[in-house]
């Protein structure tokens, strides 16, 4: 079973940028493909990046060009390197891992 711990959320202006980390354990973090996805409240959770185990990498349209998907296999971490955010990326993020969901963190853009 993969236990995942989410950080780096927070309350960022328009136009900046958060990194989010997804800490793995439990399981051989390399074998599996890994995704972010974020939730707004009232709507439904939706993909927002995915990494395959050979590294290839997938964001949705409405982050193409600002969201950037990476892990440290060594390191056992996932990231999601935002930049150029916008109020409707406000949302609550989840990392997935194999079948195993993180808690989520918050991400809040708003001046």
């Known amino acids: 079973q993969v236990q995942l711990v989410e950080s780096g959320g927070g309350l960022v202006q328009p136009g900046g940028s958060l990194r989010l980390s997804c800490a793995a354990s439990?399981?051989?973090?390399?074998?599996?493909?890994a995704s972010w996805y974020r939730q707004i409240p009232g709507k439904q959770r939706e993909l927002v990046a995915n990494i395959t185990r050979g590294r290839m990498t997938n964001v949705a349209d409405s982050v193409k060009g600002r969201f950037t998907i990476s892990r440290d296999i060594v390191k056992k971490i996932l990231y999601l390197q935002m930049d150029n955010l916008k109020s409707e990326d406000t949302a609550v993020y989840y990392c997935?891992?194999?079948?195993?969901w993180g808690q989520g963190t918050r991400v809040t853009v708003s001046s």
């Open positions: 439990g399981t051989i973090f390399a074998i599996y493909d």
């Open positions: 997935k891992v194999a079948d195993s």
